[in-house]
Structures are given as C-alpha cells and as structure tokens.
C-alpha cells in the first residue's frame, strides 16, 4: 500500500523540482496551521517588516499577516484595523491555495482555474 502510495507521488511529480514540490506542500499546510494558532498570536512582538525596521516607516503591507490571521478566524474588525489592503489579498490566496491543493491531491484543475493561473 505504502509503495503504490509513494509510486503515485512521483508520477504526480514527475519533472518537478523538489523545490516547487515543497513549495505547494507549505502553501498548503499554512493555512491548516494557522486555523489552529489562537487569532492574537502574532499580535505582539517585534516587527519583521524591512521598512519599518530600517526606516521606521510603516509599508502598504505592514500588518498583513495579523489581517490575514484574524480574517482565517473570521475576526473582520481587527483585519480592518491591522491592515484594509487584507480584504484584497486574502481573496487572492484562497485561488493559490486551490490550485497547490489539486496539484498535491493529483486532481486535475478545474476549468477556470487552467485559464487564469
């Protein structure tokens, strides 16, 4: 069972770098995760951002993350609050993480998502 399991995987794979293979697993399990982290856990602590750290100024994605975060938890206030720009991208992940999901299940993608993506 374990064998055909990991023959299907490669031919799924197949011509795949194990980069990009990676790079659909985390998309994937990212999300899973952070519906399990409390709503607040990156609310505290020091900022990662660049900008803010070098410059002291705050970007157009400076909150993102918390946004995204409360939004997973359905939490719309604070996303508001931590960054508005969050009602525009949390839209576009959920496409990407569609896409990522049916690589890795081996489905074939839907037809509107062969169009655009």
Not at 7 to 34: D, E, N, T, Y
Request: hydrophobic share 50%.
């Amino acid at each position: 069972m374990a064998e055909n399991t990991r023959k299907r995987f490669k031919q799924r794979f197949q011509g795949s770098s194990p980069f990009m293979v990676l790079i659909h697993i985390v998309i994937v399990i990212a999300p899973v995760v952070l519906i399990f982290l409390p709503k607040d856990y990156f609310n505290t602590g020091q900022s990662i951002c660049v900008s803010q750290l070098l410059f002291d100024l705050e970007c157009y994605a400076c909150g993102m993350t918390r946004a995204v975060m409360h939004m997973i938890h359905f939490d719309f206030q604070s996303a508001w609050e931590f960054n508005k720009l969050a009602f525009l991208v949390f839209p576009l992940l959920i496409p990407l993480w569609l896409k990522s999901f049916f690589i890795i299940i081996g489905y074939p993608l839907p037809r509107f998502m062969k169009k655009h993506m």
